[in-house]
Nanobody, 118 residues
Framework: QVQLVESGGGLVQPGGSLRLSCAAS????????MSWSRQAPGKDGELVAS????????THSDSVKGRFTISRNNPENTVSLQMNRLKPEDTAMYYC???????????WGQGTQVTVSL
């Protein structure tokens, strides 16, 4: 019954903003680090951002630093990715994932499409 359900993707013009959300269920959310990754056709996947457990560390890839912000809401079991000043090269399928270090287990969502285009 583990589920990671992404939402918030869509078509947006360059320079626009989107906020992606990931709703988690079926596992102990507060013990898992959370991440957003993306993959475009014909390209390698890229880790976009991650946020740790507890006080946790936060990282963003160089390609999105200063434009994207990851956050988590533990009481609601959600993780979000605020995306500002979007560029065409941000076009990709965006995936939410959860990582538990105790058993080195990772769960993946099914993804949400982000398209940045005129």
């Amino acid at each position: 019954q583990v589920q990671l359900v992404e939402s918030g993707g869509g078509l947006v013009q360059p320079g626009g903003s989107l906020r992606l959300s990931c709703a988690a269920s079926g596992f102990t959310f507060i013990t898992y680090a959370m991440s957003w990754s993306r993959q475009a056709p014909g390209k390698d996947g890229e880790l976009v951002a991650s946020i740790g457990t507890g006080l946790g560390s936060i990282t963003h890839s160089d390609s999105v630093k200063g434009r994207f912000t990851i956050s988590r809401n533990n009481p609601e079991n959600t993780v979000s990715l605020q995306m500002n000043r979007l560029k065409p090269e941000d076009t990709a399928m965006y995936y939410c994932s959860a990582y538990g270090s105790l058993r080195m287990q990772r769960y993946w969502g099914q993804g949400t499409q982000v398209t940045v285009s005129l």
